[in-house]
C-alpha cells in the first residue's frame, strides 16, 4: 500500500503537467471503477450491495465526496504546483491528524510517546512544506500548491474516520468500489462545468508515458491501495492504518528522484528525515 501510494505522486505529477487536472482524475477513476466492478463481479460482490441500508449508502456517498472527489481533486491541482517529492512529504500530517482525532473520536490509545513522535512528525512536515523557513508560516509566503496540498490531509483524514465507522458491516471491496463511484460521478460533474468536453478527449492524444502513469494511478495506487487501506483499517485501527502512511513519502521521494529527476535539497533531507522518525516513533510508542 505504501509504496503503491509513495508512486502515485510522480506519476499523478506527470499527469498534472499533460492533463487538465480533473479530467485526468475523472479517467483514473473511471478506469478503477471498471477493475473493481470486474473485482466484484468475480468475488460475487454484487449480492453484498442490495443488503446495504440507506444509511449505508448515504455514509458511502459521503465517503466518496470527500475522499475521492475531494481527495482527487486536492492532489491533482496540487501537483501543479509543487514537485512530487515535496508534496508527498507534505501529507505525513495525515497520521498526526488523524490519531489525535481517532483518540478523541474512538478512544484510540493516545500517549506521550505518541505525542512526540506527531510533534515531530509534524515539524519535519512543516520544514518541507515551507522550504526550510517554518517562520514564514506566519507571514502567509507558503504556496498555493502546499495549500492545496493541506485540502489532501483534510480530506484523507475525514475519509479514513468515516471509513472506519462505515467498516461495520461493510467489506473493503464494496467500501471502495462504491465509494469509487460516487466520487467518479462527482469528478465527472466538475470537469465538464470547470475544463469542458473537450478536456475528456485530451487523454487520447497523449503520450505514451502518461498513459503508463494513468495505468498506474488507477489500477495500483487506487485499486489495491485502497482496498489494503480499508482491510488495515478494520484489523488495526483507524491510528495505527494511517500510521503506515509514514513510508509513503520515503517512496514518493525515492520514486520521484528515480523517475522524473527531481532534487532533494535540505529541507527536503531535514524534513523527511524528522517526519518519518517521527512516525516511527508514534507505531513504535502504540505497539
Do not use: K
Amino acid at each position: 500500500m505504501a509504496a503503491l501510494w509513495g508512486g502515485s505522486w510522480p506519476c499523478g505529477r506527470v499527469l498534472a503537467q499533460a492533463l487538465p487536472p480533473l479530467a485526468a482524475a475523472t479517467w483514473r477513476f473511471g478506469i478503477a471503477l471498471a477493475l473493481l466492478l470486474a473485482w466484484m463481479q468475480v468475488d460475487g460482490g454484487f449480492g453484498r450491495l442490495r443488503r446495504l441500508t440507506a444509511r449505508q449508502w448515504a455514509g458511502l456517498a459521503v465517503g466518496g465526496a470527500v475522499g475521492v472527489f475531494g481527495y482527487a481533486m486536492f492532489f491533482m491541482l496540487g501537483l501543479a504546483h509543487v514537485a512530487a517529492g515535496r508534496a508527498a512529504l507534505v501529507v505525513t500530517t495525515n497520521p498526526v491528524v488523524t490519531t489525535l482525532i481517532a483518540a478523541w473520536w474512538f478512544g484510540e490509545r493516545l500517549n506521550w510517546r505518541i505525542g512526540a513522535g506527531m510533534a515531530l512528525a509534524a515539524a519535519g512536515a512543516l520544514i518541507v512544506m515551507t522550504h526550510g523557513a517554518p517562520w514564514t508560516l506566519f507571514a502567509g509566503s507558503v504556496g498555493r500548491g502546499e495549500a492545496l496540498l493541506l485540502g489532501c490531509v483534510a480530506t484523507w483524514v475525514a475519509y479514513t474516520l468515516i471509513g472506519r465507522r462505515l467498516l461495520a458491516g461493510i467489506d473493503a471491496l464494496t467500501t471502495t468500489t462504491v465509494t469509487a463511484g460516487f466520487g467518479l460521478a462527482m469528478l465527472a460533474a466538475a470537469a465538464l462545468a470547470f475544463e469542458g468536453p473537450a478536456a475528456f478527449a485530451s487523454p487520447l492524444a497523449a503520450s505514451t508515458t502518461t498513459w503508463v502513469a494513468l495505468a498506474f494511478l488507477a489500477a495500483g495506487a487506487t485499486v489495491l491501495a485502497y482496498a489494503w487501506y480499508f482491510e488495515g483499517v478494520a484489523a488495526l485501527g483507524a491510528g495505527a492504518a494511517a500510521g503506515y502512511i509514514s513510508l509513503v513519502p520515503l517512496f514518493g521521494v525515492l520514486f520521484a528522484t528515480l523517475w522524473l529527476g527531481e532534487p532533494v535539497d535540505a529541507s527536503i533531507a531535514v524534513g523527511g528525515v524528522l517526519a518519518v522518525a517521527g512516525m516511527a516513533m508514534m507505531n513504535l510508542a502504540r505497539r
